[in-house]
């Protein structure tokens, strides 16, 4: 057994291969490979305080001070790291392939436990994934789903991607529905970084295809930036109009915001985003949501926001796209689904290349 110094364009022809990060919870979240597991050697506060004694005083006695933090936590580090070594190949990365990866890695090594180290850290994936994008060819087509709020949408990209169509998810890549109300209910919004090793990982996944599906997003999701080229791209795809009652969708969007959720929590949770759309709502209609809020009557809320903010702004974005569209009704989402993928198999010889 012994490790070994890999790269990340290697480590991908790794059998199963698993990612171990060993940095700090918030440096993971902040971006990290797709798939990671984040085994910390310090939590955040104890990296801070870590790299303080570096900054003021110097490295030997960040050195120590590491070290005795890290000392009591060996043997859980090991057994879990061991534990997933039986049916993966692990490959430990920090932030640039320094102190804290190499000396986990080395004591594993010692240990018998097979294991890789990543070169360079995340900062070298991290200069991957923005080369890659820089490389890929943004000028496929790009089929674009459009629809009022609460057409399903999302709904029926997620069911057109489990049956194995060239599916982007650009609001699951940056954990955002897109709209003034769309981090309400989610954990984890992800930053720029995450986004793009997100779509970066699946467009590897989708592997050789001639079209990508896509919902009509604005340029920024959330905290991200979605590349300008997919913007472009977007403006001039085969676009198909997603259409649903306006009762139909007050119902989808009920059931998403109150899944696993608590009326009162949601009703807290969405008091900052009404209030700073206040001066873009009629005053009858921000009056009749503040009532509904006193109320606890999230139907009503729905449909004003729908009717009053929403839907005027679809309404707007749709008239710029000149290029080929169609029509589907999401009435019912597997039979969209079903007129989608027929939809496309039509069209696929004529506008697909």
């Known amino acids: 057994m012994y490790t070994q110094d890999i790269s990340y364009d290697e480590s991908k022809q790794l059998i199963n291969p698993l990612y171990i990060d060993v940095r700090s919870p918030k440096e993971w979240l ?21 790299g303080t004694i570096f900054k003021h005083i110097d490295h030997a ?3 120590d001070k590491g070290l005795q933090i890290v000392a009591p936590k060996l043997q859980e ?11 993966k190949t692990i490959v430990i990365y920090c932030w640039r392939g320094g102190m804290r990866s190499k000396s986990i890695t080395s004591l594993l090594q010692a240990l018998g436990v097979n294991v890789y180290r990543l070169v360079g850290g995340y900062k070298s994936y991290r200069s ?4 890659k994008l820089s490389e890929f060819d943004y000028s496929k087509t790009f089929v674009v789903l459009n629809g009022m709020t ?23 890549f940056a954990g955002h529905r897109g709209s003034t109300f769309g981090a309400v209910g989610l954990s984890s919004i992800n930053s720029q970084k995450q986004f793009e090793s997100l779509l970066l990982e699946r467009i590897h996944n989708i592997g050789d295809t001639n079209y990508y599906i896509i919902e009509a997003e604005s340029r920024r999701i959330g905290k991200v930036i979605i590349p300008k080229e997919i913007i472009n791209s977007k403006e001039n795809g085969i676009h ?7 009762e139909i969708r007050t119902k989808r969007l009920f059931d998403e915001y109150l899944k696993d959720r608590d009326i009162n929590d949601l009703l807290s949770d969405i008091k900052n985003p009404i209030d700073s759309i206040k001066k873009k709502l009629s005053t009858s209609s921000y009056q009749e949501i503040q009532q509904a809020i006193a109320n606890k009557d999230v139907y009503k809320i729905i449909m004003n926001l729908m009717v009053d ?3 005027p702004r679809y309404a707007h974005a749709i008239k710029r796209y000149s290029s080929t569209s169609y029509e589907v009704d999401a009435t019912d989402l597997d039979k969209a689904v079903e007129d989608i993928v027929k939809l496309l198999k039509g069209v696929e010889h004529e506008y697909i290349n």
């Open 30 to 50: 902040d971006g990290n490979i797709p798939g990671s597991i984040n085994i910390p050697l310090f939590n955040d506060e104890e990296r801070s305080e870590v």
């Open 309 to 311: 903010y929403y839907d």
């Open 240 to 246: 198909i109009m997603v259409k649903a009652s306006e």
């Open 150 to 172: 609460g057409v399903g949408k999302t709904d029926i990209l997620e069911k057109l991607q489990s049956i194995g169509y060239p599916v982007l998810n650009l609001e699951g």
């Open 128 to 131: 991957y994934v923005v080369t």
């Open 77 to 87: 580090i090991i057994n879990k790291v061991d534990k997933l070594s039986a049916d």
């Open 61 to 63: 006695t960040a050195r």
